[in-house]
């Protein structure tokens, strides 16, 4: 792929297609939410994190909130990974301080073969996609996004998040049946909640595997590298076009085998991976995002400038769209972030 030098008015999605752009494009994983003063006061009116999420007119506020603010070249569907388990007939709700909950856990077979996937309870999330692609001006790239079948099914196999994924994992080992059967309807369900995003407006959509790194290099083949490879596939045949982001956090040495068979448009880089590295062992052309350690956000001042000046240095050639190697931390100072687009806008 020949990374080719453009200027024109969709940066992002320019870049996700392969052509380099002389100023780099900039969104941040997570960027609306509550690092945001006025995400906050939103989400206050409301109750809730769900709340927001099945209110597609709030919603699509909260997906430009950041916009408005730093003038970011892309907007990012507010929703989360996990409404998957819920149209799969899971009960999903947020703890306040310790995050979301699933019920009932997804701990054997029979467990399993009760799901039934009701794509009804995704339809605020389209309406939301709808309403925001009507919003956007024509410079903005319009994201959508999915978890990947394994981070999901961690969650649903534990009942929430966990720091080891030790229940998924086990099930793998002791139940492969049970594991296929959970990831197949997981992906039956992100291929078509995927379609209806892009079918309503998106232009590009992440597969967020933000578990990926827990895995024996042969559940990654299975477990990550296998379902990636099918959606990408069956969204290109359905979308032929539509640049799709492969962000496999944690995947270190695997990183070139999971772009190479999932077939990915661009590959997202976590903070721990090498850029200099990822550079040499990606394909030629294949467009990066990444990779800003999300503490460095939060530390800011020379500590920011100079890993912005780093990740720059380690792409002088190949398409790349900055971001974070992760999401935003809520006690990101918002003048850091402005500090951040003053540099980025400024090519380092």
């Not at 941040?28 to 206050?44: D, I, K, N, S």
């Not at 596939?233 to 085998?257: S, T």
């Not at 001042?301 to 890993?307: D, H, K, N, S, T």
Request: charged content about 20%; aromatic content about 8%.
């Amino acid at each position: 792929m020949e990374a080719r030098l453009t200027d024109i008015s969709k940066p992002l999605l320019e870049t996700l297609n392969g052509r380099r752009q002389a100023v780099p494009p900039l969104w941040l994983m997570r960027q609306a939410g509550r690092y945001l003063p006025e995400y906050r006061e939103l989400r206050a009116t409301k109750g809730g994190f769900l709340e927001l999420v099945n209110d597609p007119r709030a919603a699509a506020e909260v997906t430009v909130q950041p916009l408005r603010r730093f003038g970011f070249d892309g907007a990012i569907l507010f929703s989360d990974i996990l409404v998957i388990p819920q149209a799969l007939g899971q009960k999903l709700w947020f703890v306040t301080g310790e995050g979301p909950r699933l019920a009932p856990v997804m701990e054997n077979a029979g467990m399993i073969d009760r799901l039934d996937y009701d794509p009804a309870v995704l339809a605020p999330v389209i309406e939301t996609v709808r309403t925001v692609a009507a919003m956007l001006d024509d410079d903005t790239t319009f994201l959508g996004f999915a978890g990947s079948p394994w981070t999901v099914a961690t969650y649903m196999i534990a009942g929430q998040g966990s720091r080891e994924q030790a229940a998924a994992r086990l099930l793998a080992y002791s139940d492969t049946g049970a594991m296929q059967a959970l990831i197949e309807r997981i992906e039956t369900a992100t291929l078509d909640y995927c379609s209806r995003q892009i079918a309503a407006g998106v232009e590009a959509v992440q597969l967020f595997d933000s578990w990926a790194g827990s895995l024996s290099p042969a559940q990654f083949e299975s477990w990550v590298i296998a379902p990636n490879a099918r959606i990408i596939a069956a969204l290109r045949d359905r979308h032929p076009g539509v640049p799709l982001i492969g962000f496999p956090k944690g995947a270190g040495g695997r990183l070139a085998a999971y772009a190479r068979e999932t077939g990915a448009d661009a590959i997202g880089l976590d903070e721990t991976v090498d850029p200099h590295w990822a550079d040499g062992v990606l394909p030629d052309g294949l467009p990066v995002q990444g990779n800003l350690d999300p503490l460095a956000l939060v530390a800011g001042g020379a500590v920011l400038r100079g890993a912005v000046k780093r990740i720059f240095a380690a792409f002088p050639e190949r398409p790349h769209v900055f971001n974070l190697g992760h999401g935003i931390r809520q006690e990101t100072p918002i003048a850091h972030v402005d500090a951040l687009v003053e540099q980025v806008r400024g090519v380092a």
